[in-house]
């Protein structure tokens, strides 16, 4: 459960971001912003990145108590990128290469498990090779994700969308048939 303080330092973090990198937002301005003292900031948080980490957590719960459909979902997460796209890319030249895929994983994965459970249902597949799709999956997204990013989130996400759900729906059935038990 968040705390209204939660939601204020997030907040305050979020205008923050909106105007510079990551790695130069202190504590200090987050507090000053949100008009708590250090020491509520570290109650709840150990430092700036686990704000961070808390708000994106948040951001990837409401993505999966939304009842929609995965290409709903995508589409969602990439018009909201696009609409923050400052804060974005301040975090994209914040981070190393290597964090952004593990927050970007955490989404992705949560929506590729998703997607495999459902059409998995009737096919007796072993949760190992499950895990092998979804990781499959998840790092070609990630991959095209990040590479989007890199290049200024130019290309129209519904676009992106509907090419990677093309990709998915088309290929997803017959990788669960080839890694069936029943082969």
Not at 141 to 166: A, C, Q, S, T, Y
Request: aromatic share 10%; net charge negative.
């Amino acid at each position: 459960m968040s705390s209204p303080t939660k939601r204020v330092l997030a907040e305050s973090f979020i205008k923050l971001l909106g105007t510079r990198p990551l790695n130069k937002i202190t504590v200090k301005e987050i507090v000053e912003e949100a008009g708590v003292n250090r020491q509520t900031f570290y109650y709840h948080f150990t430092d700036v990145f686990d704000l961070m980490r808390w708000i994106f957590e948040g951001e990837v719960q409401a993505l999966d108590d939304t009842a929609c459909d995965l290409q709903t979902k995508l589409r969602y997460a990439l018009e909201k990128m696009v609409q923050e796209r400052s804060l974005v890319m301040n975090i994209y030249h914040s981070l190393s290469r290597e964090d952004l895929e593990l927050y970007f994983s955490t989404v992705v994965d949560s929506i590729v498990c998703e997607k495999l459970e459902y059409d998995s249902a009737e096919l007796p597949v072993s949760d190992n090779d499950l895990r092998f799709i979804a990781d499959f999956y998840k790092f070609a997204f990630v991959g095209i994700l990040l590479d989007w990013i890199r290049k200024g989130m130019k290309d129209d996400p519904v676009e992106l969308v509907n090419k990677l759900m093309l990709m998915l729906n088309g290929e997803l059935q017959h990788d669960l048939e080839l890694f069936s038990t029943e082969r």
